[in-house]
């Protein structure tokens, strides 16, 4: 049921007190934020108190416009819920998990008939087992090579590995079991597999009895196998490899430490396995505010939406109620969630905070003179928090044939080059180019549960900024352009001036801003400008092809994917022009001929 909360404070009366998930909508029905409560009025009457909101939830607020609610039975079936539906929505207010890196696990691949080791940076197959994260990737790859000899797996992935009835060279080297052809029953493989499972999991249990049975295998001079066992040992002591820390007592843990500074948020995750810190990985958030939400709604999305590696203890702080997140996390594999006091634990979750705040700092100096000038655009325009993303749009074309746009972002960290996003246009003057790109731009982030800007920036005055307004009503719009009067650029000594334009006209900037302004048009002009010669030069083809005999869709499709350009096919011969599919070498004569004559 939607209720237009946003629009009428007065309906909250019609929100239940009972657990629940809300899913908070905009005026156009997208999907802005999913979140979970124990009591679905309280949490949201906390919406509509402007004192109490921080910058996160005024943005959010500021969009919203209606709100839909789903009454469960227990806190935990809401927070189930909420993850569900935010894997399956991703709404562009809930937490977005990512950071620049990508760190190495190893991987059995319960998927295949005949699992295998590899070295993976992604957890992405589900019924596989993962371990890590494990840094360096030497020291891992060195594991996998010693289980790989010790237990003698397979090498080569399913595909390659059935449908033949002689076994590989591995099996000839003595390097592989051969459970293909039946060298080996396929139980008895998987024994081999669950004890290697067994050695990551629990190395301490099986060193034990490794040792024991070496032991034997001396006594009884079974110099072989002892050497086999040796091997497996090996492994097992560089997964331990104790390092100098010695609060460092766990075998299979996750420390999550959260540090807040200047409307910024860094989340420091420290994978500790087998008394080992493997690695340390940072998310960031802006305008976000460190609370029992944030807390419990990161770590429901990093293990149970993005698919995290579950260890067996998740060590963090901030939680008021560790039982709810335990229980959700457990519908995956038993895990304790501890918020501890004091003692050895303690002291690893003030390490990883120590990490935290470190890394915040170090992200803040990164990126201080970015801030410096998105500080300076809130104060200037009277933002109610700092812009995080500003896209730009521009408009490229020749007496207005071959019609492109491109949109760049720009954010704290500088340009995002994933945001960039280019348009093939029909319109034909510019204000109408400018307001079909962004009407497809924002549909597009929208679909794509991609944040919309804070600010917008168009190349253009008046005419294209009133343009873009019509589709962001919601956000400040500007023009940078040079000025003019009576319709003609005005010049002084031979140079023209940048203006900023809101849709009243001209409005006045520091030089700084101005200079920042002109960085940003800069950008997104040669973004679109590279992308009005790549189809400038598509066009000159395909026009060339039109006039020459024997050439239909198929071969102009299979002539313009081999050279991309009118100048390359100049200059191919005959014989290249003749590899092409469907094209004979008379017709290749035809063309180099009438792309001759053309000149």
């Known amino acids: 049921m939607k209720i237009d909360l946003f629009k009428d404070h007065n309906l909250i009366k019609e929100i239940p007190t009972q657990s629940g998930v809300y899913i908070i909508k905009s005026e156009d029905d997208e999907i802005l934020y999913i979140g979970k409560a124990k009591s679905l009025r ?24 209606s709100v839909e609610i789903i009454v469960v039975n227990s806190e935990l079936e809401a927070l189930l819920l909420e993850s569900n539906l935010i894997k399956e929505y991703r709404p562009p207010y809930n937490i977005v998990l990512r950071d620049d890196k990508s760190y190495p696990y190893l991987r059995i691949s319960y998927s295949e008939k005949f699992p295998r080791l590899t070295i993976v940076r992604r957890v992405k197959q589900k019924g596989d087992f993962y371990f890590g994260p494990i840094t360096p990737v030497d020291k891992l790859r060195t594991l996998v090579k010693l289980l790989k000899s010790s237990f003698k797996i397979i090498q080569k992935n399913d595909s390659q590995c059935q449908g033949s009835d002689r076994a ?13 052809i039946g060298a080996i029953s396929r139980d008895k493989y998987l024994k081999l597999i669950d004890e290697i499972r067994e050695i990551l999991t629990n190395p301490s249990k099986i060193k034990k009895k490794l040792k024991s049975e070496i032991d034997r295998c001396v006594e009884e001079l079974n110099f072989e196998k002892a050497i086999e066992l040796r091997d497996k040992l090996k492994a097992i002591e560089l997964l331990e490899n104790k390092q100098t820390v010695s609060e460092i007592d766990e075998d299979f843990c996750d420390v999550v430490a959260f540090a807040e500074k200047d409307g910024i948020v860094c989340v420091y995750v420290m994978s500790v396995r087998f008394s080992n810190i493997t690695g340390g990985r940072s998310f960031f958030f802006y305008q976000a505010h460190i609370d029992d939400e944030f807390i419990e709604s990161f ?13 067996d ?15 959700a996390i457990s519908t995956l594999k038993n895990v304790q969630v501890i918020v501890p006091k004091k003692g050895k634990r303690r002291k690893l979750l003030e390490m990883a905070l120590k990490n935290a705040k470190l890394n915040l700092d170090i992200h803040l100096n990164q990126f201080s003179e970015n801030i410096r000038i998105l500080s300076k655009l809130k104060e200037r325009f009277g933002l109610l928090k700092m812009p995080h993303a500003i896209d730009i749009a521009d408009i490229s074309h020749i007496n207005f044939e071959n019609v492109v746009g491109g949109v760049v972002r720009y954010s704290i960290s500088g340009f995002d080059k994933q945001m960039y996003r280019r348009y093939k246009l029909e319109s034909k003057y510019e204000s109408e180019a400018m307001e079909e790109m962004l009407s497809r731009h924002k549909k597009l982030l929208i679909r794509s549960s991609l944040k919309l800007p804070d600010i917008l920036l168009v190349d253009g005055g008046v005419i294209q900024v ?20 009576d319709g003609l650029s005005k010049r002084s000594l031979g140079d023209v001036a940048d203006k900023i334009y809101s849709e009243e006209g001209i409005i006045e900037i520091d030089e700084d801003l101005l200079k920042f302004f002109q960085k940003l048009r800069d950008e997104a002009h040669r973004f679109a400008v590279s992308y009005h010669r790549k189809k400038r030069k598509e066009y000159v083809l ?19 994917e081999k050279f991309g350009n009118i100048d390359r096919l100049r200059e191919a011969d ?14 290749a004569e035809i063309i180099k001929e009438k792309l001759n004559e053309g000149g």
């Open 299 to 311: 770590l429901t999305q990093y293990y149970l939406v993005s698919s995290q590696v579950i260890p």
């Open 574 to 587: 005959i014989d290249e022009i003749a590899s092409v599919k469907g094209i004979s070498r008379r017709i």
């Open 542 to 560: 395909m026009s060339a092809l039109d006039r020459i005999e024997f050439i239909g869709p198929k071969r102009k499709k299979a002539l313009f």
């Open 168 to 180: 590989c060279i591995y099996y000839q080297m003595g390097k592989c079991t051969a459970p293909c």
């Open 466 to 485: 009133k343009a873009a307004k019509r589709i962001f009503p919601e956000i400040i719009v500007l023009g940078i352009a040079k000025e003019k009067k």
């Open 313 to 327: 203890v998740i060590i963090t702080d901030g939680l008021k109620d560790t039982n709810t997140l335990s229980k």
């Open 42 to 65: 309280d949490r949201l009457k906390s919406y509509l108190k402007p004192s109490d909101l921080d910058m996160f939830k005024i943005s959010l607020v500021r969009e919203a416009s």
